[in-house]
């Protein structure tokens, strides 16, 4: 049996403000410009002062017309600020906490038992209870509504999600999932709409922070919740801006324009008060199955041999990372140690030619995919650079950069064989610490964002999932190595790291390895 107890005391509640009637006007035009150390101060106020508002500049805004925790890109904004999930994966141990549950059994082998906290209301004063978190789960659960944790983190393999009673939520497999509060932790919960197939423009959840206003590509603001069930965060309001440079972000941080710059590159990663830190994702490509030459497995290995992954870390990452032999590092459970990609040009030239000799189109120009700055790089270094890569083992290769949007379009599109053949360059983060997690939702049927159906890997990852402890280990281990010799449709590059500046003094912040996918502003701390 699994379970969890929360001894967190609830504090007594006061009637929530209206979003509409908290004034925001001052945060656009000004960073972070007083807080006192309020400490243990008088019973009700917080550690910062009333006007503690905070600038935050980041890299991509939320995907146009919709600000809906589905879209897994709005995380960083939203999870832990404005929308919880039911379980919390601790940012620096990865350990599970209660959140909005306070304890979950595994009553069977299929069925899973969730006691919800009590006292707890979304933003917009609807109750937070066992139905509200049954029909939000089952929304995601919804294949109409594309929600990008189904096939990536949760499992369709749930037949059901209902509440027992007001405070009890059931949640029924088909088949085994021993690591299914871990999944939860990954899927925040909105307020139930009256559509639940919409996108989610006004984002309601039972966050720290309420969401005041969205102005497409520039500014993103919220509030502190006065009604919160929990401990109030010190800063009192937030203001997310968006700029695609690294170097303008870094400039902002250095006039003082902000109080933290984050997504910084390498270039810049020394600049005062910049903290670099590890983090769990992994720079990789992704490569079509179904278009010539890519549809020849030669092909796609000899990619893989053709980059020199310690050559593109101290050129593009100025030696900040490591070369990556999987999408998933080192610490997540099913890395296989015995599968790797050395650099061998030479053999890489010797598959292209045995392929082009049997009549396999291996002088198709093909497309690197990727957007400006991807993972904290300048303009289109990352895809100039393999595209280099590819060319001195005879592949014909060109750079096409594109707007986040897109790019994004072009990501999740099905393939079109007619089309150049595609080599989609993208980032991926397991903080979930399972293999499960990153093998299934790149590579398993009818995932997302996957190529290809292979039956056989399919079956691997079914045995897996099902499995515990060192069993699961060793199945996750066997379905990677089949991955990488039988299917090899990714190519991992680089494990990386991240940097943010704190530009103000008042700040007190340490970044984890989650930082860089979900921002917790309850977190950061005043004191000057």
Request: hydrophobic share 40%.
């Amino acid at each position: 049996m699994t379970t969890s107890r929360d001894l967190v005391q609830h504090r007594s509640r006061t009637p929530r403000r209206s979003a509409a009637g908290t004034a925001v006007a001052a945060l656009a035009a000004v960073a972070l410009t007083a807080c006192s150390a309020g400490g243990a101060g008088e019973a009700g106020t917080t550690g910062g002062s009333s006007d503690a508002a905070l600038r935050i500049v980041m890299a991509n805004p939320p995907k146009e017309g919709t600000l809906d925790t589905c879209d897994g890109d709005n995380n960083q904004l939203l999870q832990e600020n404005i929308t919880e999930p039911l379980v919390r994966a601790n940012g620096e141990t990865g350990e599970l906490e209660p959140l909005l549950a306070v304890e979950w059994t595994e009553e069977s082998a299929t069925r899973w038992l969730f006691t919800l906290r009590e006292g707890v209301t979304f933003h917009d004063g609807q109750p937070f209870d066992a139905e509200a978190a049954a029909w939000w789960l089952n929304r995601v659960l919804d294949p109409a509504t594309d929600c990008y944790v189904l096939e990536s983190v949760l499992t369709s393999d749930i037949t059901s999600v209902s509440a027992v009673d007001e405070h009890t939520l059931a949640i029924d497999l088909g088949s085994p999932d021993p690591i299914l509060p871990r999944r939860l932790a990954f899927t925040p919960i909105g307020a139930p709409t009256d559509d639940p197939l919409a996108e989610v423009t006004d984002p309601v959840g039972t966050g720290p922070y309420q969401f005041v206003n969205y102005t497409p590509d520039q500014s993103f603001t919220m509030e502190r919740y006065a009604d919160y069930w929990g401990e109030a965060p010190d800063v009192e309001e937030v203001e997310y801006i968006f700029r695609s440079e690294s170097a303008v972000r870094a400039a902002m941080a250095s006039t003082g324009e902000v109080d933290l710059a984050m997504s910084i590159t390498a270039q810049d990663a020394d600049a005062p008060n910049a903290q670099t830190y590890t983090i769990s994702e992994t720079l990789y490509a992704r490569l079509d199955s179904e278009v010539p030459p890519f549809d020849d497995a030669r092909v796609r290995k000899a990619v893989n041999l053709a980059i020199d992954r310690q050559t593109f870390i101290d050129n593009v990452f100025g030696g900040k990372g490591e070369p990556a032999s999987e999408i998933f590092l080192p610490n997540v459970v099913g890395y296989n140690p015995d599968v790797t990609w050395e650099y061998d040009p030479d053999e890489a030239r010797r598959l292209i030619a045995e392929a082009k000799a049997d009549g396999v189109d291996v002088d198709r120009e093909i497309e690197i995919l990727g957007r400006a700055g991807l993972r904290n790089s300048n303009g289109s270094e990352t895809m100039d650079t393999l595209a280099a890569m590819l060319g001195e083992v005879g592949l014909k290769a060109r750079t096409v950069v594109m707007e986040f949007e897109q790019y994004r379009d072009r990501f999740e599109a099905p393939q079109d064989p007619a089309a150049l053949p595609m080599m989609i360059v993208n980032v991926h983060g397991n903080s979930l610490g399972d293999a499960h997690l990153s093998l299934a939702g790149k590579l398993g049927c009818g995932a997302p964002q996957s190529p290809v159906c292979d039956e056989t890997f399919q079956q691997m990852l079914d045995a897996a999932g099902a499995a515990s402890g060192d069993e699961r280990e060793s199945l996750l281990q066997d379905a990677a190595r089949y991955a990488h010799d039988e299917m090899t449709f990714l190519v991992p590059v680089a494990y990386t790291t991240d940097t943010l500046i704190t530009a103000n003094e008042c700040v007190q912040y340490t970044p984890n390895p989650a930082t860089f996918q979900k921002l917790a502003v309850a977190e950061i701390k005043l004191d000057c």
